[in-house]
């Protein structure tokens, strides 16, 4: 199962970011989202499409239907700047599957 | 619970790459494990799980490789990685993997990682 993100997303402080993950029928899937500073290890910060994690803002939320998966920051802030990626449980083939990432870049 | 990895930094072409995560705040045999890694400046690759009974699964890519156990009297999860090439160069994290209604869904909790480089 293939995951696809856009290499790169750039936005203005204040903007909204929005990150997309597309996936045949992803919607029909549990879609995860982690974020990852520069020399940190990832952090869970979605999970199950749209629930944030306990003391991730507001600001970040989730939706997934038909084919596309999306990550949504509102009021985008400089320590927002990192790269996300999407995740899902293959099922089929019994296999954790990454997208291949995100970096968000406020200009 | 806290993850921690250890093992080391540099291992020679066609040798085994041997890493440990030591778990803590948390009990060993009651959860699901797995190993990530990430190649500099590239993408997360999940590498496989070990359950709370020991079965494990792994990517087929690296299937014939590796291999993942625990260690529960020591509260330790291990990854053995066969005939490493350059290719294998990657910070390796030790990862929770949440089990819940009766699937394997999200990875909850990462050690800060171990960066493991194959060369001569």
């Known amino acids: 199962y293939v995951l696809t993100q856009p290499p790169s997303v750039s936005v203005a402080p204040g903007e909204t970011a929005r990150i997309t993950c597309g996936g045949n029928?992803?919607?029909?899937?549990?879609v995860h989202w982690y974020q990852q500073r520069p020399g940190q290890a990832p952090m869970l910060v979605i999970w199950?499409?749209?629930d944030r994690r306990s003391g991730i803002p507001e600001r970040f939320s989730g939706s997934n239907s038909g084919n596309t998966a999306t990550l949504t920051i509102s009021s985008v802030e400089a320590g927002d700047e990192a790269d996300y990626y999407c995740?899902?449980?293959?099922?089929?083939?019994?296999?954790?599957?990454f997208g291949g990432g995100t970096k968000v870049t406020v200009l | 619970v806290q993850l921690q990895e250890s093992g080391p930094g540099l291992v020679r072409p066609s040798e085994t790459l041997s890493l440990t995560c030591t778990v803590s705040?948390?009990?060993?045999?009651?959860?699901?494990w797995s190993w990530i890694r990430q190649p500099p400046g590239k993408g997360l690759e999940w590498i496989g799980y070990?359950?709370?009974?020991?079965?494990?699964k792994y990517i087929p890519s690296l299937q014939s490789r590796v291999t993942i156990s625990l260690d529960t009297s020591m509260q330790q999860l291990s990854l053995n990685l066969r005939s490493v090439t350059a290719a294998d160069t990657a910070v390796y994290y030790c990862?929770?993997?949440?089990?819940?209604?009766?699937?394997?869904?999200?990875?909850?909790?990462w050690g800060q990682g171990a960066l493991v480089t194959v060369s001569s």
């Open positions: 995740q899902v449980w293959d099922l089929d083939s019994d296999q954790g599957v």
């Open positions: 990862v929770t993997l949440s089990y819940e209604f009766g699937e394997l869904t999200y990875f909850e909790s």
């Open positions: 029928n992803i919607g029909g899937r549990s």
């Open positions: 199950y499409d749209s």
């Open positions: 070990i359950s709370d009974s020991g079965s494990t």
């Open positions: 705040g948390g009990s060993i045999s009651s959860s699901y």
